[in-house]
């Protein structure tokens, strides 16, 4: 049992990593990489439960009974993953997006594409009213992609602000959090406080993202346990609209960043022939080709392996 455990959690240490290589991605999301690995559910219930009630547990019977509750072994595996690699992925990450940026947002457009489907195969049921979730979903994802970059100043207080905001985003699958951090036009310096190891910016960030990170997951978690059609439905719509952010063939937009640049999901959206005639440069539909459907078919294998891995469990 013991040798079953750690097994696990090396995994859910894997996923973690997965979804913080995501969560540095202005235009993809962790949660996504969370709920195609089947460990979305349990995810929200483990944050949920970190509250009022485990502090009285943890002062009425010590920190192991608290530590059960909370799920503390899957969140440590989980966060440690995450953090892994957002200390060790970020400069690559972004290197292959100055280097290779058409190639990479096929990637994770194939990867967001595919993801749709175990969201939209779990939904239960489907009404009008799921359909309207599921509409109105897609819809605030379109409208969060048509909103411009601001500026604010990075100080103390706008970082706590930007970490709660983008953790929000974060555990949405479909809405990323760096592309949050993009429009509101913090992104650069929390990305130079990581590579800089700047502790008392990440320490403010890092504040408000477990603020935020608490009071959101109670939310998703109870719309997920009560309302679960329209919640999926809803998850899916946004993850559908997200499309339109990580399409890979873009031009600059209002002003918006250059061909090439990291803020390739700030930019409009164009064809791979209208791309290669409009920038000289080539398109790579061959290349954005073969790594959308890689993407995809390694979604499916996932989830194909995820259900085979729940069915095993069930029968035991």
Partial sequence: ????????YWGVMAR??????????????????????GIYQELLDSLSSIGPHSLKLLA?????????????????????GILISVF???RLIGSLLQSYPIVVWA??????????VPILRRVPRWSPLVLACFAAGALVAVAVSELRPAQIEATRITLFLSGALAICAMILPGISGAFILLLIGIYPRVLASVHELQLLNLTCFAAGAATGLMLFSRLLSWLMHRYLASTLAFLAGILLGSLKIIWPWKLPAHGVGSVGDKLVPLMSNTSPATFAVRTGENAYLGAALVAAFTAMALVLLVEYFGNRHEGGSNSC
């Fill in 88 to 90: 060790s992925l970020a």
């Fill in 16 to 37: 973690g990593m997965a979804m913080g290589a995501a969560d540095v991605v202005p235009g993809v999301s962790g949660g996504t990489i969370a709920f195609i690995t």
């Fill in 60 to 80: 009425r019977h010590g920190p192991l009974v608290a530590w059960r509750v909370i799920n503390g072994n899957f969140l440590l595996a989980l966060f440690g």
């Fill in 107 to 116: 990637f994770f457009f194939g990867l967001v594409l595919a993801s749709a």
């Fill in 1 to 8: 049992m013991k040798s079953i455990l750690q097994s696990r």
